[in-house]
């Protein structure tokens, strides 16, 4: 395995890189993002459970934030008396989100870590595989805390240490010394923050595996949701063929000649005291 670093943060590329890399995406997104939608998909089932018709003056207001092509964003904007903001950092993923979603969903281009709302504003904060691409998970966690207002629900999923590791583990054998895949906040780190943050937080974890007819699927899958390798570290020329072949070679098959990809899933419930 690639040696652990100190601070899981190290690697995270400048946020005009994430932005520029999802924003590119926009266009290939929808139809390769299986996980995305079964995890945004567990965030508003428990949404809609827990709904409750008592809201404020202004409806129910919901922030999408990492909001990408939009995808949850319309079916957040369906729930009646809904009210809803899409913040995402990439330009690209909000032009798209604005053509393929009704009018009166509001649309702000904008950092999670420093979000343009005012304190108590909001009563919702769905988030879907957002936060795992930021330097800061606490400060976004603060900020969504900031922004909701009492009784407010926030609902987070993201990704965790684990995730990747067939992948991560053949590009070691095939390329030792040299990073491939984006590294993940361990459990016990996300637990931590979650606690150090947001009163009573609630923690799922699930391990998805997602099968593929080859090494090479999944890259291009990962490539056309914008989430290829961001590390500084990362080679500026195309990895060479034969690093490629022997990467493929050393990724585990299972007996069809096929190969599974794990991702260590995880959501974050909290309700802020009324």
């Given at each position: 395995m690639d040696p652990v670093t100190t601070n899981i943060h190290d690697w995270v590329p400048p946020k005009s890189t994430i932005a520029?890399?999802?924003?590119?995406?926009?266009?290939?997104?929808?139809?390769?993002?299986?996980?995305?939608?079964?995890?945004?998909?567990?965030?508003l089932d428990q949404l809609k459970e827990g709904l409750h018709q008592a809201q404020s003056a202004d409806g129910l207001q919901i922030l999408d934030l990492g909001s990408g092509t939009g995808w949850f964003t319309g079916q957040l904007a369906s729930i009646p008396g809904s009210q809803v903001t899409g913040v995402d950092i990439a330009a690209g993923m909000l032009r798209y989100?604005?053509?393929?979603?009704?009018?009166g969903i509001r649309w702000i281009e904008?950092?999670?870590?420093?979000?343009?709302?005012?304190?108590?504003?909001?009563?919702?904060?769905?988030?879907?595989?957002?936060?795992?691409?930021?330097?800061?998970?606490?400060g976004v966690?603060?900020?969504?805390?900031?922004?909701?207002?009492?009784?407010?629900?926030?609902?987070?999923?993201?990704?965790?240490?684990?995730?990747?590791?067939?992948?991560r583990e053949a590009w070691h054998r095939a390329d030792p010394g040299h990073q491939h895949v984006n590294r993940f906040e361990s459990e016990a780190r996300f637990r931590e923050q979650a606690f150090e943050t947001l009163p009573d937080p609630q923690l799922a974890i699930e391990t998805i595996s997602l099968d593929y007819p080859s090494p090479l699927a999944l890259l291009a899958e990962l490539k056309a949701i914008g989430a290829g390798y961001k590390g500084a570290s990362r080679r500026q020329s195309a990895t060479a063929p034969g690093r490629l072949r022997a990467m493929c070679r050393y990724y585990p098959r299972d007996g069809e000649d096929r190969i599974q990809a794990t991702y260590t899933s995880a959501w974050l419930g909290c309700r802020l005291p009324d």
């Open positions: 520029r890399d999802f924003g590119s995406a926009s266009h290939t997104y929808n139809p390769a993002a299986r996980l995305q939608r079964y995890m945004g998909q567990v965030l989100a604005r053509s393929a979603n009704p009018s904008a950092d999670a870590e420093a979000l343009p709302l005012p304190n108590n504003s909001v009563d919702v904060v769905f988030s879907n595989l957002m936060i795992q691409w930021c330097r800061d998970p606490a966690l603060a900020e969504c805390r900031r922004v909701l207002r009492p009784g407010g629900r926030l609902l987070v999923s993201t990704l965790l240490e684990g995730t990747l590791d067939e992948l």
